[in-house]
């Protein structure tokens, strides 16, 4: 099976702005354009960042609320262009004991 690799990157405008891509099966689907211009964030995802990248938590403000708005549009335009998207694993679920769940000898 294909590995499915799947960025979002993002390119800086003239006007201090930056729009984000989708880059999927070797095409580049427009995402959206913000106005919050950060250095930081453009050296984040000018190069792509993974999708798994993008779900870990971060104390910025601000890149949580931009990786939510990432997440939010990638899922609508997976939905609208079919593009694949990597399956993110479950976490396995521990068996709840109780004090009480024992067998009686």
């Known amino acids: 099976m294909k590995k499915n690799n799947v960025t979002v990157f993002c390119?800086?405008?003239q006007s201090?702005?930056?729009d984000f891509f989708l880059s999927a099966d070797g095409r580049e689907?427009?995402?959206?354009?913000?106005?919050?211009?950060s250095r930081e964030i453009y050296?984040?995802?000018?190069?792509?960042?993974r999708i798994p990248q993008i779900l870990r938590d971060s104390a910025n403000v601000r890149q949580q609320k931009l990786k939510e708005r990432i997440l939010r549009m990638v899922r609508y335009i997976a939905?609208?262009?079919s593009v694949l998207l990597p399956v993110r694993?479950?976490?396995?679920?521990?068996?709840?004991?109780?004090?009480?769940?024992?067998?009686?000898?």
Request: hydrophobic fraction near 20%; charged fraction near 40%; proline fraction near 2%.
């Open 11 to 13: 390119k800086d405008t």
């Open 16 to 18: 201090s702005k930056l």
């Open 29 to 37: 689907i427009y995402l959206f354009t913000t106005k919050y211009f």
């Open 43 to 49: 050296h984040r995802y000018k190069n792509g960042q």
């Open 79 to 81: 939905k609208e262009e």
């Open 89 to 105: 694993t479950k976490k396995p679920i521990d068996k709840e004991c109780n004090s009480w769940d024992y067998e009686a000898l």
